[in-house]
């Protein structure tokens, strides 16, 4: 497939546009297996036309179009997806502060190699192409797996909830979440955004057989989370987080979580993150009093199957 792939993709970026923009593909980029150099570099030029024709035409999959970001789809036939974020021109100010920062493509694309590094699940960038006006970065585009089979949490957990979710489930669902922010800011990452709607959820369900009592054995289905980081341009890299910053992602977490998750569940959350983020019983103590206390009677903000909701954080009860 990839040798007909290379064959007809091979004369796309001589005579181009897009021969004068930078492109960096890592080495080991997933869904480019098998392609030579010019083949990846044609690919990834024909996705970014479809990317441009997507938002131009309003013809396809648009998952964000603002003036400084926009994120589409593309399928391509006989190839996987591939999600595509472009970061605008937003004026010479914000080219002037690409020089003692790095631009936000540049960040992603980075940020997704060090998370995965870290062993935290997210997105894996598969190209940057940046283009310059007068050696300043204007546009940048970031090429991503896309996440198919994931959901946005917050919908996840609406979706569940109407769904019928038993305690047993919730609980296990809770320490899970727990468990891969305590892992997450144990090794030192912190995202500045960290909402329910920028942490993808996969659902898997296992089937494993018992220990026969006796002669017969019993099986039973038990289900494990895979949570993946997405938005991850404002993720940072340090050997500890500090605690003012563990609350803050704490409260974003409690404020961008449906109120469907009662007082209890957040509290069973906490401890769970605070186990596996290797507090102290008495920094743990302390840690849900100030998540309690900067959350309580706040508005909370997700993302539904209809739209933005709005409610009110109770954790009286």
């Known amino acids: 497939m990839f ?18 923009l930078e492109v960096e593909i890592p080495e080991q980029a997933p ?36 003036p400084e970001t926009a994120v589409t789809v593309v399928n391509l036939e006989g190839q996987p997806s591939f999600c595509v974020k472009q970061f605008n021109d937003r004026g010479l100010l914000h080219r002037i502060k690409g020089l003692f920062r790095k631009p936000q493509g540049l960040r992603t694309f980075y940020n997704g190699s060090q998370l995965i590094s870290h062993g935290i699940p997210a997105a894996y960038p598969i190209a940057l192409i940046r283009n310059r006006v007068r050696g300043i970065v ?15 949490l917050d919908r996840y957990l609406v979706r569940k909830f109407e769904g019928g979710w038993s305690k047993e489930e919730q609980k296990s669902a809770v320490r899970q979440f727990g468990r891969f922010i305590g892992s997450m800011h144990s090794k030192g990452i912190f995202h500045s955004d960290l909402k329910t709607c920028n942490i993808m959820v996969l659902e898997e369900f296992h089937s494993y057989t018992a ?20 938005d991850y341009d404002e ?12 609350v803050k992602n704490l409260v974003q977490i409690f404020l961008s979580t449906p109120s469907l998750l009662n007082r209890v569940e957040r ?21 849900a009093q100030d998540v309690i206390k900067k959350s309580h009677g706040k508005n909370i903000l997700y993302v539904g199957f209809e739209g933005d909701v709005v409610e009110t954080l109770d954790l009286r009860h």
């Open 3 to 20: 040798a007909k792939l290379n064959e007809n993709l091979g004369h796309l970026s001589n005579e181009s546009w897009f021969r004068d």
């Open 31 to 66: 869904l480019l297996e098998g392609l030579d150099s010019s083949g990846r570099r044609a690919l990834i030029e024909l996705v970014v036309r479809r990317h441009l024709e997507i938002l131009e035409k309003k013809n396809g999959r648009i998952l964000k179009d603002a």
């Open 235 to 246: 993720v940072y890299f340090a050997h500890h987080i500090s605690m003012r910053k563990r």
């Open 138 to 152: 204007s546009v940048e585009w970031v090429i991503m797996e896309c996440m198919e089979d994931f959901i946005e």
């Open 211 to 230: 220990p026969p009592p006796h002669e017969s054995g019993s099986g039973e289905d038990s289900f494990s989370l895979r949570f993946c980081l997405v």
């Open 267 to 287: 509290m069973r959350f906490l401890d769970e993150y605070a186990l596996h983020a290797g507090l102290s019983s008495g920094d743990r103590k302390r840690l």
